[in-house]
C-alpha cells in the first residue's frame, strides 16, 4: 500500500525485469550456476545459432557480467538431462538423449552419459571444459531422469525412460543408481513402477536425515538410501500431478537450526487422467493452482498434506528460493502440458498454451491464505513455457533463459506464437536497486559444525539494532523442466559484531543437514541481501565423504 509518511511511491524500488542479452546462442533448456560469474547452459543438437567446429552448439557458458556467450564442446546429446555438483566441486550432466539431428552428424547418444565440468574459476569461462570419458557411464540409459547431491556428496540418479517417447514414459527406467556407483546393477523401484506412466523428472529432495524425499505423478515416498527401503507418503490430493508431462514444481522449504525440520512444497501440474491417451488431451486443460504442503515428521506426515493455492493455475513454472527465505513462481503456462505436438490441439507445435508472465512470491512463515502475493510484480512481457529455466545468480537476482516447444530452433513461421526463445532476462529484487550489505571476504572452505568470521560491510540504513540478520547457505540448483534440483537453503545462526564490521555464523553439523559441496553464502539485513560468497561447503573431497 501507498503510504506517503513511509516512503514516495515514485522512488520506492520494486521488482524488474531487465533484457540482459537478445541471443542465448542456444536454447537454454538447463541452466545452472557454474562459478560466481558463470551460468552453463545446455540444449539439444539442433540449428542453434550458436557454432563450434563448424557445428551447432548444444551446451554455452554465459557470462552474468558481461552476457557474452561461449560455446561449449559437448559430445553427447545432453537433451533433457539433469545434473548437480559433488562433493568436490565437479558438476556432473546426467543422461540425456538417443538421437541426432539433421545436419549436426557429430552426436553420439547421451543416454547413458555422464558429462563432467571441473570446478573452474576463470570468470569468463577460458580453460573451462566439459569432459566425457566413453568408460564413464550410467548403468541404465536414461532421458528424463532426475539427479541431487546425497548425504555423502555422491548423486542419487532417479528414473526417467530409455529411448526417446513423445508424452508418456512408455519405456521406463525404474530404478535408481549413484554416482559414483555404489554398486554394479541399478535399484529397482516400486514407486516408479506406481507412478507411470507419468512419472518422468521426479521431482526429489535430499533430506536433513539423509533420506531422499520423491514425488512423481500423484505419488510421494521416503526413500532411505542407506537400507535401500520406500516409505510410502500420501498422495498429493485431488488427483493433481506433478512430475512430467504434468510439471508442477516441488521444493525444499527453508531448513533451520536447530531442528531442521523438512518442509516440502509442491506447486501446479494437472489435475489430467493420466490414462487418456496424448491425442484426446487438450492444450487448452486448466493446469492446476493447488499447492500442496507437509512436514516430513511423524506428526506431519500423520496430517498429511495441506492445500492452499497459487494466484494462477500453472505448469511448466518453476520455484526457487530467495536468499531471505520466501520462494519465487516463475515462468509457466496456465493450461496444457509438456512436450512438443501430441495433443489434440496444439498451438503450432506447442503442447500449452496461456503463459504466465507475472511471478509470485510465497512467504512460508506467514499464514496460510497470505503466503501468495504478486503486488508489485511486473510481467516478464516474453512466454516461458516448455524448455525455460530460471535460476537464482550470486549476484542474488534471477537469470531467465529458454522457452521452445518447438521440434529444432524457430523463430518464425506460421502459427508460431511460441518460437524458440533467445532473450536473456534478469529478474531483479527491489534489493538490487539499494546500498547492500557486502561479505567482504569468505574462507574457501568452511567446516561442518564451526563457527565461522567473516568481514562485512553493513550501510547505515540497515545498522540499527532491530534489523532482521539473516544468513542463508544455498545450493543455487540446477533447472530443467519445472523443476530446481538440488536447490537447497540452510539457515545459519549468525550475529554481527557491536562494529558492525563482522559476522559469525554456525554452520550446520553435517552433510545430512547440507550435502558437502559447493555453496554460496548471503547476508540479508531487513530483507537487503548481499552477494553471495561462493564456498565449499566441507573438505571439497571426492565423494563418498563424510565431511
Ligand atoms: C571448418 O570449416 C572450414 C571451411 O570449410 C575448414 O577449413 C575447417 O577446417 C573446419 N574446421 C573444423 C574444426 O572442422
Ligand atoms: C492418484 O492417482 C491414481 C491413479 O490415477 C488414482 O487412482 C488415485 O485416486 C489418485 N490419488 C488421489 C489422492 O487423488
Ligand atoms: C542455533 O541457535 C539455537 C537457539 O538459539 C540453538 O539451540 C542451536 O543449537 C544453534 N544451532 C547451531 C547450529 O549453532
Ligand atoms: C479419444 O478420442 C477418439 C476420437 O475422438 C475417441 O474415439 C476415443 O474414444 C477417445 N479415447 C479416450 C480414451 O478418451
Ligand atoms: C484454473 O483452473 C480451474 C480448473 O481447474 C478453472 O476453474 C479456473 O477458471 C482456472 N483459473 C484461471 C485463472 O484460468
Ligand atoms: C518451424 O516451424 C514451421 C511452421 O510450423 C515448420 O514448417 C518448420 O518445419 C519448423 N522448423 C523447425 C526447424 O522446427
Ligand atoms: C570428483 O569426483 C568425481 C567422481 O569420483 C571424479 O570423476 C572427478 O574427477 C572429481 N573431480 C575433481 C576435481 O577431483
Not at 258 to 278: A, H, I, K, W
Amino acid at each position: 500500500m501507498y503510504d506517503p509518511l513511509v516512503s514516495p511511491a515514485s522512488s520506492a524500488p520494486e521488482w524488474q525485469f531487465n533484457l540482459k542479452a537478445q541471443s542465448s546462442g542456444i536454447v537454454a533448456l538447463e541452466s545452472v550456476i557454474v562459478n560466481p560469474n558463470l551460468a552453463l547452459w545446455f540444449d539439444r543438437p539442433s540449428n542453434d545459432p550458436l557454432q563450434i567446429d563448424n557445428h551447432s552448439a548444444w551446451g554455452a557458458l554465459f557470462n552474468l557480467q558481461t552476457a557474452e556467450v561461449t560455446a561449449l564442446n559437448v559430445i553427447t546429446n545432453s537433451f533433457c538431462g539433469s545434473g548437480a555438483f559433488l562433493s568436490n566441486g565437479t558438476m556432473a550432466s546426467i543422461g540425456g538423449d538417443q538421437m541426432g539431428f539433421p545436419g549436426n552428424p557429430i552426436i553420439k547418444p547421451g543416454t547413458q552419459a555422464i558429462r563432467l565440468f571441473d570446478p573452474c574459476a576463470s570468470l569468463t569461462g577460458e580453460g573451462c571444459t566439459l569432459f566425457e570419458d566413453p568408460n564413464l557411464i550410467l548403468i541404465e540409459k536414461r532421458w528424463y531422469p532426475s539427479t541431487a547431491r546425497i548425504f555423502d556428496g555422491s548423486l542419487i540418479i532417479v528414473g526417467g525412460m530409455h529411448e526417446e517417447a513423445a508424452f508418456y514414459n512408455i519405456d521406463p527406467a525404474n530404478s535408481f543408481e549413484f554416482f559414483p556407483r555404489k554398486e554394479q546393477t541399478a535399484r529397482p523401484s516400486a514407486f516408479l513402477e506406481r507412478s507411470l506412466p507419468t512419472n518422468l523428472f521426479p521431482r526429489i529432495l535430499a533430506l536433513p536425515d539423509g533420506s531422499v524425499f520423491m514425488v512423481a505423478n500423484n505419488q510421494s515416498i521416503i526413500y532411505d538410501v542407506e537400507t535401500d527401503t520406500e516409505t510410502i507418503l500420501p498422495d498429493i490430493p485431488n488427483g493433481v500431478r506433478v512430475s512430467n508431462p504434468t510439471d508442477g514444481s516441488a521444493i525444499l522449504l527453508p531448513l533451520s537450526p536447530p531442528d531442521f525440520t523438512p518442509e516440502v512444497l509442491v506447486c501446479g501440474g494437472s489435475n489430467m487422467d493420466d490414462r487418456t491417451p496424448e491425442q484426446n488431451l487438450s492444450s487448452q486443460h486448466p493446469a492446476s493452482s493447488q499447492c500442496s504442503r507437509i512436514t516430513l515428521t511423524p506428526e506431519g506426515i500423520a496430517k498429511g498434506w495441506e492445500i492452499e493455492h497459487m494466484l494462477t493455475n500453472r505448469t511448466l513454472h518453476e520455484l526457487v528460493h530467495l536468499p531471505n527465505g520466501q520462494i519465487l513462481v516463475a515462468n509457466g503456462a496456465g493450461t496444457g502440458f509438456a512436450g512438443i505436438g501430441g495433443v489434440a490441439d496444439p498451438v503450432g507445435t506447442s503442447n500449452s498454451d496461456h503463459a504466465v508472465l507475472v511471478p509470485e512470491l510465497y512467504t512460508p512463515s506467514v499464514l496460510q491464505g497470505r503466503r501468495f502475493s504478486n503486488e508489485g510484480m511486473p510481467s516478464s512481457g516474453i512466454a516461458r513455457v516448455y524448455h525455460s529455466t530460471i535460476t537464482l545468480t550470486p549476484q542474488g537476482n534471477f537469470l531467465i533463459a529458454g522457452s521452445n516447444p518447438n521440434g529444432g530452433s524457430n523463430f518464425t513461421g506460421p502459427g508460431i506464437k511460441f518460437p524458440s526463445e533467445f532473450r536473456v532476462q534478469t529478474l531483479d529484487p527491489p534489493f538490487m536497486f539499494v546500498e547492500r550489505p557486502k561479505i567482504l571476504s569468505a574462507p574457501q572452505k568452511l567446516a561442518f559444525g564451526s563457527s565461522v568470521t567473516v568481514p562485512v560491510s553493513i550501510p547505515d540504513s540497515l545498522s540499527h539494532d532491530t534489523a532482521k540478520i539473516q544468513v542463508s547457505l544455498m545450493d543455487l540448483g540446477f533447472s530443467t523442466h519445472g523443476f530446481h534440483t538440488g536447490a537447497r537453503l540452510v539457515f545459519m545462526n549468525a550475529t554481527i559484531s557491536e562494529d558492525k564490521k563482522s559476522l559469525t555464523f554456525a554452520t550446520p553439523p553435517g552433510g545430512r543437514v547440507f550435502p558437502p559441496g559447493p555453496a554460496t553464502v548471503f547476508l540479508t539485513i531487513d530483507d537487503v541481501s548481499s552477494e553471495g560468497a561462493s564456498v565449499m561447503m566441507g573438505g571439497g573431497n571426492s565423494p563418498p565423504t563424510l565431511e
